[in-house]
């Protein structure tokens, strides 16, 4: 049996509020998706299942469900990343009032800490798998 990438993204959505995904059609939301779904593949490196995104639509194994949400975490930081480099957030203009630049460093500010607590969760998540699977000395 195998798991579909649908599995990795339905715990994905689930952790995150993004309305800007409803403007987009079917196929756009599944190609920015399993690109997000790639990139935090990427960060996985201990997975005993393999993790290669080659079939359109399903995993060459059956994941955990441990798995699954280490990836849909990963996928959030992925998801997180380009909201904090966005150079809007970091622009001032002359005529902004001061109340506007606090809420845009304010809101940099709460992404970065959302970030950062995220990480801490999956290093817990990925040290805890390691752990169950006996690959403690590869954590080094």
Not at 42 to 62: A, G
Not at 87 to 111: P, R
Request: net charge negative; with cysteine.
């Amino acid at each position: 049996m195998t798991t579909k990438y649908e599995e990795v993204y339905d715990s994905f959505m689930q952790k995150i509020s993004d309305y800007s995904f409803i403007l987009l059609t079917n196929e756009q939301l599944d190609t920015f998706l399993k690109n997000l779904m790639k990139s935090a593949i990427v960060r996985f490196k201990k997975c005993k299942n393999e993790l290669i995104v080659n079939d359109p639509i399903e995993f060459s194994s059956e994941l955990t469900q441990e798995e699954i949400e280490i990836i849909a975490l990963l996928m959030t930081v992925e998801w997180i990343r380009p909201r904090i480099n966005n150079i809007e957030l970091l622009k001032q203009s002359l005529n902004t009032k001061d109340w506007n630049f606090y809420s845009q460093a304010n809101h940099l500010k709460e992404l970065r800490i959302l970030k950062e607590e995220t990480e801490n969760e999956i290093d817990r998540l990925i040290v805890s798998y390691s752990y169950s699977n006996g690959c403690l000395k590869e954590l080094r």
